[in-house]
């Protein structure tokens, strides 16, 4: 399985941007279509963004379309999450997660360890 590292989380004022990194190791990492998820406290782990093996295909939940921008760099083995105009209810704990199959589908074999994403109103 490949291995996940995201970073770039912290705290933002409402309207600011982050952009998240995931960093993958372990095979090969252009196999791999990737995503994002992301869990609120008290709620359940919910999808943010996906992305397929070459970028061709890109897909976002109904809440982040037009805000959140997903990204990969194959030579860099780094999918990415550009985050702009966040609203307090975009904090979370932000997952990196890597699909097996070149597009995406439901099937996760991998999960980063998590980065906290805090949006003060």
């Known amino acids: 399985q490949v291995q996940l590292v995201e970073s770039g989380g912290g705290l933002v004022q409402a309207g600011g941007s982050l952009r998240l990194s995931c960093a993958a190791s372990?095979?090969?990492?252009?196999?791999?279509?990737m995503g994002w998820f992301r869990q609120a406290p008290g709620k359940e782990r919910e999808f943010v963004a996906a992305i397929s093996w070459t970028g061709g295909s890109i897909y976002y939940a109904d809440s982040v379309k037009g805000r959140f921008t997903i990204s990969r760099d194959n030579a860099k083995n780094t999918v990415y999450l550009q985050m702009n105009s966040l609203k307090p209810e975009d904090t979370a704990v932000y997952y990196c997660?890597?699909?097996?199959?070149?597009?995406?589908?439901?099937?996760?074999?991998?999960w980063g360890q998590g980065t906290q994403v805090t949006v003060s109103s």
């Open positions: 372990g095979r090969t990492f252009s196999n791999y279509a």
């Open positions: 997660a890597a699909c097996p199959q070149r597009y995406w589908s439901s099937t996760v074999g991998s």
